[in-house]
């Protein structure tokens, strides 16, 4: 049988109706407690000799369907659904760290990551570099004996700095490590590390693959052996599962996610190319456009370009407070993938407690923006993006 197409697979893989009703939609299953009719029967599934669930802490038969579905859309043998994106971060990178044991990291890692990785990381010994992996040689050299994984992300957040997971991948296998990748700002619809060489990919499935803003979730995917013992020995030890309620949510919203995500890219493209022209406007971080300097590898590594624009607006932090202050419809948010479109001004939100001075050290400038563009009507977007920054250019000298 030929293998569907995207959205095909999004709606179908891995459902059909439900054995006792018909039901089409998937049934939210929420019991803790699940029955076996022998003791032998019992120890099978809690081994995973046998396919099932056995309480509610390690899984549900509703996340079960959302692991099995975002598994086939990764094209990974297995996947665990999470409570968080941070929890799928923090399994991926526990289940291969131990005291003692260094890990390689992408130099502009999310936030939490980086929080993660500085502040709980080292309370277990666990040593961290943080290293530029847009150069596959870099990541070489800061290799270590203990090194036991490799950690990026790409597109990064928020200047939306590509890295060659080919590239990274070669040299993570040459070394027999594991390489662990973010693919939240994709989702599988644009990009599938592990055809690229990845071992393990995390997302936060609050953002495109709910879609909603409504959830906050994670997905970790990997091989099977891998996910055993992520579910066995690190989430369900540390109580990170998933109700059964938001897996529903997360695989109601994965049935729209190739047209969603494909509108996202459509008008973020086309802010993108606005804001570009805009002289209140100094510089616009978008893969899509030619001017990205790693336009040729997005175009190689990506189906199309996402649904996230960073620019840095003329006028330091007053500029961007005033910005993101004047817009209508556009909201200032922390999150991104809503059908919403949401702008977040690093200087003056996430990073307002470090110095002006020390900004640039992670990759941001004080007139930052990063906007997730939304699914409304891109001409209304547009509007209020120019409205906004004819407010600000009359303070800016152009
Ligand atoms: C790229 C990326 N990874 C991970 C996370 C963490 O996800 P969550 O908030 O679901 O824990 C975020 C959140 O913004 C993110 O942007």
Known sequence: MTKWNFNTQAIHNEQEPDAQTGAVSQPIVPAVAYSFDTAEDAVAVVNGEAEGVYYGRYGNPTSRKLELKVASLEGSEDALAVSSGMAAISIGLMNFLSQGDHVVVTKDVYGGTHKFLSTIAPRYGIEYDYVDCTDASEVEKAIQPNTRAVYIESPSNPSLTLIDIEAVAKVAKSHNIPLIVDNTFMTPYLQ?????????????????????????????????????????????????????????????????????????????????????????????????????????????????????????????????????????????????????????????????????????KFGISTGLIRLSAGLEDVQDIINDLDQALSNVGEKVQM
């Open 192 to 360: 599938r590390p592990l055809e690229l060489g990845a071992d393990v990919v995390v997302h936060s499935a609050t953002k495109y693959l709910n879609g909603h803003g409504d959830v906050v979730a994670g997905i970790v995917c990997a091989n099977e052996d891998v996910i055993a013992n992520m579910r066995k020995n690190v989430m369900g030890d540390l109580g990170q599962h998933i109700s059964a309620w938001d897996a529903f949510l997360i695989l109601r919203g994965i049935k729209t996610l190739g047209i969603r995500v494909k509108q996202h890219c459509r008008n973020a493209l086309k802010i993108a190319e606005f804001l570009e022209k805009h002289p209140v406007v100094e510089k616009v971080n978008y893969p899509g456009l030619a001017s990205h300097p790693q336009h040729d590898l997005a175009v190689r590594q990506m189906d199309d370009m996402g649904g996230i624009v960073s620019f840095e607006i003329k006028g330091g932090v007053e500029a961007g407070k005033k910005f993101i202050s004047s817009l209508d419809i556009a909201m200032i948010s922390f999150s991104l993938g809503d059908p919403e479109t949401l702008v977040q001004h690093p200087a003056s939100m996430t990073h307002a407690s470090i110095p002006e001075e020390e900004l640039h």
